[in-house]
């Protein structure tokens, strides 16, 4: 069986610190080829995240050297729960300058598994862990005017459902090379949902969409295969 194949079954890396099966380890060489990449150097992973972890996996796998440089001092990237039992540290602070908190345990950022048929979902449903469709179990509200509106109100709003069908119209984007914020503006989209735009591109996306570029992020989103469901861990406590 060949190594990455395996590792690809599991769903877990080496280099995340996981101790491979017996089963796997017991390969033989006959199995488990040369490496297939032919390559003498090492190769320097920025970020231990989920993309840099698997990356390195991947390299790894194929008998490529591989060093993966963090600046924190922790690996997982976005990946985090803060828990009560944590201690104060450099690596959880944003932008305050208190130590952050919480009474109860709260995900930090990707608590959501966007795609059921993403590589992620897929370990999941290895490790048995139970998810929550959000898709078809909850819907989305939002404040709109100042104003909370819930999203089945929401849903009858023109200046919405045009903010709507320009998320949906982005992977096919091909107009000029502008920001999303420039983009939106020039498809005469009304500025009280704007806001609501920068939350569904801008946020997502680790940035907002003044600065965000409109062709390199639709030519990404046109790349993606993935489903659309959204889901959450069951045990999640919120």
């Known amino acids: ?14 280099s995340a610190g996981f101790v491979l099966p017996s089963w796997l380890a017991a390969c033989s060489s006959d199995e488990n080829p040369q490496p297939q990449i032919k ?16 990356a390195a996996d991947i390299l790894q796998a194929n008998g490529v050297k591989v060093i993966v440089l963090e600046a924190s001092d922790r690996v997982g990237g976005r990946l985090r729960s803060l828990k ?28 959501q598994v966007i795609g059921s048929d993403t590589i992620w979902s897929k370990i999941l449903s290895q490790l048995e862990l139970s998810t929550v469709d959000l898709g078809s179990s909850f819907q989305d509200n939002y404040f709109l005017d100042n104003a909370f509106v819930d999203g089945t109100t929401i849903a009858a709003d023109a200046d919405f459902l045009a903010a709507k069908a320009f998320l949906e119209n982005l992977p096919s984007y091909s107009g000029a090379s502008l920001t999303v914020q420039q983009a939106i503006q020039a498809a005469g989209i009304n500025a009280r949902v704007h806001r609501i735009l920068n939350s569904w591109i801008g946020n997502r996306y680790g940035a907002s969409n003044d600065v965000l570029g409109i062709k ?22 919120m």
Request: glycine share 12%; hydrophobic share 40%; proline share 8%.
């Open 84 to 111: 009560t039992s944590d201690k104060p540290s450099q690596s959880l602070l944003f932008t305050s300058p208190a130590p952050l908190g919480n009474d109860f345990p709260v995900e930090l950022g990707a608590d």
């Open 1 to 14: 069986m060949k190594r990455r194949i395996a590792l690809k079954q599991i769903g877990l890396g080496v």
């Open 216 to 237: 390199p992020l639709s030519e990404g989103l046109s790349q993606l295969t993935r489903d659309k469901k959204r889901l959450l861990l069951k045990d999640n406590p």
């Open 39 to 54: 390559y003498g150097g090492v190769v320097a992973i920025i970020g231990a995240g989920a993309a840099g972890l698997y």
